[in-house]
């Protein structure tokens, strides 16, 4: 390893240089030049679909950019292959790390050069004394006779950082590293990667949540729309600066007229559930559309997947309707009135292979059936016919593929089914997450008239500004409680109030 | 306090198969006197011989995370081979005659043969291994079929049943002897050279490697195709060598010999603690769910049980050995739950993870 001193001397170990790609249709990436230094961790921020996992896929030697250069160390690539990427030192470790689960630390470390005795077979001593030398080195005090499927996410995140560096990594990229850790994990993540850096390592820092990027980062590049924004130092920077700069002005708002009605449809009282969240009372009202938001992690996620039933709820009582909610399945939370829009569409919200019918009936089946468990066919296409119409759902017929699709369109089949339910209650994750502007602003309305006909809303998103226009009121968590209530038309409800409620739970530890 | 406890716990799990053994051992002795005979216990293993040797393949390719159900026929195949190249023509041979040592070489080639083509459909066209081994199982004991007259062929020359039914020592007693199976001990070898090659060789880590994550295998230099390829070698080489047990116990082959194995060699390394996910459980314990699926086979026949009540007690047993390999998932995922939460700050009375 090199001296501080040496280290000091801001020789770039990477370089890219006007570096643009393109898609059919789409300009990916425009003139990005990018660089990071020895010893340095420098932050990649923008919001879904910016272009950052373009770049890192081209640096990782998986796409080939259109032009443009890339420089490690000294020597020049035009285009690399991911091996090339690997033999070069870049390395890349992924949110969710590929180990070998049921085998020890030490295996994992030396898997495919394990030492071996003078009759040739595998010397155990020596493979867990390496092991465990070379984590020492790094001063990783992990158990290395403990099988990886043991170890917490922080801890393999690290073992994964590791073997990185013993493969000889001068870069590595860490994309989300913290999604799923708690702040003590953090912690801990963060003192090894530190550690690591005053040793000369350099990373890059990929993440969502911009106050990590503060506290670990010596410099963040801001990428939006497939163009670099800036690079700054953090030091002269803060959070809504940089949310300004990842967001534009140029956004587009949507707003609606209040539909809230004085009955209560939705009371939340007591609800706990280890880890995740605690102490949630809330209540929601006819008509109303509730957004909660909070930095990943702060468990708005798992609040909405415990309501419909995907994950365990904890304890507490629900009642819709002034009756007990117990539904523990989505299928028994749809049966009494409350409909769930998953995140990730692609894989929980539609079976992209089938028709946009059948997407659209799944949950209302049983109701169709007649005799002998047929369907029928007739009243089935009326109700989608009608959702089609109504949702603007752009098909060429009932029977399209829903794969075939776009993004907007998907997400629209997506609402229809659950309006088949006729909810009372609807929670939607990121509804608007990969769709283009047009269609969001169709979502929104999709929205508002859900909620005009009495429908309750809860939004769970960190698209914040999309939030102050269509909702009535936005509630903040931070880790695990809800800390602060915006309501609409109250002077309260600036971007940078909610931003600084958002940010400030973890700061006060 | 609790750590312990859990730790103990946990070696109790992982070597639940010999705690099964003993007490199998222990129950049916205690029940039956023809059980406990010397004679009887020492040919437990020797009954169960050939079914051994497609447990020891089949554990070879579910360490790595494929399936071989065509073993059994593979098994049918080289027996039936060697028994036509060796009999008479009035035993049903083809008249050669042929030496065993020309004739045994000729079963590991076609045993070769059948994991070669096994691998090759599996890595190189990449086909699903699952649907490859149940269409060889059928192309293999449909070959028996189109070989073999269509009958027994029998009566082989001795050196040829050493190793299947011969006897490698005799023990007097007062009044007659103990007679120890060459198999028997061929068996408990040859678990324990596949258990050095699991345990101590870089090919068998990288067995372990390549049935845990493919993915980060991959990433650590390890060619795991080639990895796969020759596990299913070794498979067909291990059918060979049980034909030969299989032909050689009994002094004969028929085409049926070995049809409706595969579920049995199933069933015994599953039993066995080898996982069906892949690169999980070892080969020691494959053989101690080899041992007690012959303690019941054989213990519940001296006892007059009817074969009905075998084969549903069979099926039990697997149910019981799948049940305790969802637990022992459960409990590591649980265990690793808890661990994490522990470095949590919020909450504390979630029920989902207070109950364990």
């Known amino acids: 390893m090199n001296t501080k001193q040496e280290i000091m001397e801001k020789t770039p170990i990477l370089k890219m240089e006007n570096v643009s790609k393109a898609f059919p249709g789409v300009q990916a990436l425009t003139d990005v030049n990018f660089s990071v230094e020895q010893g340095e961790i420098h932050g990649l921020v923008g919001k879904n679909g910016a272009g950052k996992s373009t770049l890192m896929a081209i640096l990782m030697g998986i796409l080939e950019p259109n032009e443009g250069a890339i420089t490690v160390g000294d020597e020049r690539f035009v285009a690399m292959s991911p091996k090339e990427a690997i033999a070069a030192g870049i390395a890349y470790v992924p949110q969710h790390v590929a180990m070998m689960d049921s085998l020890t630390v030490a295996e994992n470390i030396l898997a495919g050069e394990l030492p071996r005795n003078k009759m040739g077979l595998v010397d155990w001593k020596r493979v867990n004394q390496e ?21 917490g ?10 073997k990185a560096l013993f493969g000889n990594a001068k870069l590595i990229i860490l994309d989300e590293p913290t999604a799923s850790l708690s702040r003590a994990d953090i912690n801990r993540l963060f003192s090894f990667i530190r550690s690591l850096k005053d040793k000369g390592g350099s990373f890059i820092y990929i993440s969502h949540h911009l106050e990590e ?5 010596d410099r963040v590049t801001i990428i939006r729309d497939g163009r670099v924004v800036g690079t700054e130092r953090v030091k002269d920077i803060d959070v809504p600066k940089l949310i300004v700069m990842m967001v534009g002005e140029d956004v587009e708002d949507y707003t609606r007229k209040s539909t809230c009605m004085e009955e209560v449809i939705l009371n939340l009282s007591g609800l706990e559930r280890r880890g995740y969240y605690e102490d949630i009372n809330l209540e929601l009202r006819k008509g109303e559309i509730l957004g909660l938001t909070g930095l990943q992690g702060c468990g708005a996620e798992q609040l909405g997947k415990g309501l419909f039933g995907l994950e365990p709820r904890g304890i507490g009582t629900i009642t819709i309707h002034g009756e007990e909610f117990k539904a523990v399945k989505p299928i028994e939370s749809f049966n009494q009135g409350l409909a769930y829009l ?50 603007d759902i752009k098909t060429p017929s009932t ?19 659950m309006a088949t339910t006729k909810p009372d209650v609807l929670v939607l994750h990121e509804p608007t997450q990969g769709v283009d502007v047009r269609a969001k602003m169709d979502i929104f309305r999709i929205i508002d008239d859900m909620a005009k006909q009495g429908v309750a809303v809860i939004i769970i998103s960190t698209e914040i500004r999309e939030l102050m226009g269509v909702c009535d009121r936005i509630v903040v968590m931070n880790d695990g409680r809800l800390t602060k209530e915006f309501r609409k038309g109250s002077e309260e409800m600036t971007p940078e109030k909610i931003l600084a409620a958002i940010e400030g739970g973890k700061n006060n530890e | 306090m609790k750590e312990k406890t859990s730790k103990l716990l946990g070696i109790l799990f992982d070597n639940l198969i010999w705690l099964l053994v003993a007490a199998g051992l222990v129950i049916f002795s205690s029940l039956s006197k023809s059980f406990r005979a010397p004679n009887n216990l020492i040919s437990l293993l020797y009954r169960t011989s050939a079914l051994g040797l497609l447990v020891l393949g089949q554990s070879f390719t579910m360490i790595t995370g494929n399936f071989d159900l065509s073993s059994e026929s593979g098994l049918g195949l080289t027996a039936m ?20 040592f020309l004739a045994i070489p000729v079963m590991f080639g076609v045993g070769a043969l059948i994991g070669l083509v096994n691998g090759f459909l599996i890595t190189r066209l990449r086909m699903n291994n699952l649907i490859v081994t149940i269409a060889m199982q059928m192309i293999l004991r449909g070959l028996v079929y189109i070989i073999s007259p269509g009958a027994t062929a029998s009566f082989f020359p001795k050196a040829f049943n050493w190793l299947g039914g011969g006897s490698l020592y005799k023990i007097p007693l007062e009044r007659g002897f103990v007679n120890i199976p060459v198999a028997t001990v061929f068996v408990i070898l040859i678990f324990v050279i596949a258990h050095i090659i699991t345990r101590y060789t870089q090919f068998g880590r990288n067995m372990y490697a390549t049935g845990s994550n493919v993915v980060a295998a991959k990433d650590a230099g390890i ?49 066995g603690g080898i996982s069906m996910a892949g690169g999980r459980g070892n080969m020691i314990g494959a053989l101690g769910g080899l041992m007690l699926w012959s303690i019941l086979d054989n213990g519940l026949s001296i006892m007059k049980v009817s074969p009905f009540w075998i084969e549903t007690s069979r099926g039990l047993i697997l149910l019981f050995a799948v049940f305790l390999d969802a637990i022992k998932v459960r409990r590591m995922h649980n265990r690793s739950l808890i661990e994490s939460l522990l470095h949590t700050t919020i909450g504390l009375k979630d029920k989902t993870v207070v109950k364990d």
């Open chain 1, 131 to 151: 092991a465990k030398e070379r984590l020492e080195k790094l001063g990783l005090g992990l158990d290395v006779n403990k099988k990886v499927e043991g170890l």
């Open chain 1, 153 to 162: 996410v922080a801890e393999q995140t690290m073992l994964a950082i590791a």
């Open chain 1, 213 to 217: 990027v503060f506290e670990i980062c």
């Open chain 1, 342 to 391: 998953p995140q990730d569409r692609y894989r929980f919200g539609l079976v992209g292979l089938r028709s946009v019918r059948e997407n659209v009936t799944y949950p209302v089946l049983d109701k169709l059936v007649r005799l002998i468990n047929l369907v029928n066919r007739k009243e089935e296409k009326k109700i989608v016919d009608q959702y089609i119409t109504e949702l």
């Open chain 1, 399 to 417: 029977e399209q593929p829903v794969r075939l699709l776009s993004g907007g369109n998907q997400q629209k089949v997506v609402f229809a089914k």
């Open chain 2, 81 to 100: 081979v060697a028994a036509l190249l060796m009999a008479t023509v009035e035993n049903g041979g083809l008249g050669l005659e042929l030496s065993p």
């Open chain 2, 223 to 271: 060619d795991t195709d080639k990895i796969i390829r020759w596990v299913y070698l070794i498979d067909g080489l291990c059918m060979a060598l049980a034909g030969l047990l299989a032909a050689g116990r009994i002094d004969s082959a028929t085409p049926r010999t070995g049809s409706g194995m595969t579920f049995p060699v199933q069933a015994a390394s599953v039993i």
